[in-house]
């Protein structure tokens, strides 16, 4: 079973319009964490905004926001105000077992292309 | 920027060949992980270390190899390379050992094997 899930292969969103970006995750872990990273067209990666499972507060970093959903085992990504280099790939990871001995591996989702028309 | 350099960036090769893909990190964490990427797979983990000589495999292991002789650096070798291991392979750093730390990529090593 898919530990973690995007279901959108692509996203469009108009400049300057809010976006969110779903991903839904599987574990039986009660410490774990999220992560969403972004892909340019460049290639790297880099990282946006993480969630820890026992943090009371949604996440937030700048035009960034992680909408999680702990009963529903969802951590979506918001991007507000979005901008034309926010056309990317964005990618959804965990960490399980985040206090123990997941020596901190991550397993990511398949991603969402997302495309901001101007 | 993390200081994490992938060598070499782009390579072609053939079916057969012995391949070494380097991450050189200077960040001193203790925690360094290889990825691949495929288009439809996202990332997934193919070894990862948690110390020198620490290693061990991650979900797509079969056909590689990794070494660590020093903090710094996270060989990745794949001993008779094969047309399925195309792909672009990816270093990754953590410094965990301060707690709930993202990861940290290079730039990628995109690898062609024909």
């Known amino acids: 079973a898919q530990k973690i899930t995007q279901t959108q292969p692509g996203m469009f969103v108009q400049e300057k319009e809010a976006v969110t970006l779903d991903c839904t995750y599987d574990t039986s872990d009660q410490s774990y964490g999220l992560f969403w990273y972004k892909q340019p067209s460049s290639g790297e990666m880099i990282f946006l905004i993480y969630?820890?499972?026992?943090?009371?507060q949604n996440a937030t970093e700048g035009r960034y926001s992680l909408n999680f959903q702990k009963a529903r085992k969802s951590a979506n990504l918001v991007i507000s105000a979005s901008q034309l280099g926010d056309s990317a790939m964005y990618f959804c990871a965990m960490r399980e077992n985040a206090g123990g001995t997941s020596y901190g591996k991550l397993t990511f989702g398949q991603g969402t292309i997302l495309t901001v028309h101007p | 920027d993390a200081g994490i350099t992938q060598s070499p960036r782009h390579k072609v090769t053939e079916t057969g060949t012995p391949v070494t893909l380097r991450c050189h990190q200077t960040e001193n964490h203790r925690y360094m992980y290889w990825y691949r990427q495929d288009p439809g797979h996202g990332l997934r983990l193919i070894h990862y270390s948690y110390g020198v000589k620490d290693t061990d495999k991650g979900e797509v292991s079969d056909g590689y190899s990794v070494s660590r002789s020093k903090t710094e650096d996270f060989l990745l070798t794949l001993e008779s390379a094969t047309s399925s291991q195309t792909s672009v392979y990816f270093c990754?750093?953590?410094?965990?050992?301060?707690?709930?730390?993202?990861?940290?990529f290079g730039d990628g090593t995109r690898l062609s094997i024909l």
């Open positions: 969630q820890g499972s026992y943090d009371e």
């Open positions: 990754a750093i953590s410094d965990l050992d301060r707690g709930n730390q993202p990861q940290h």
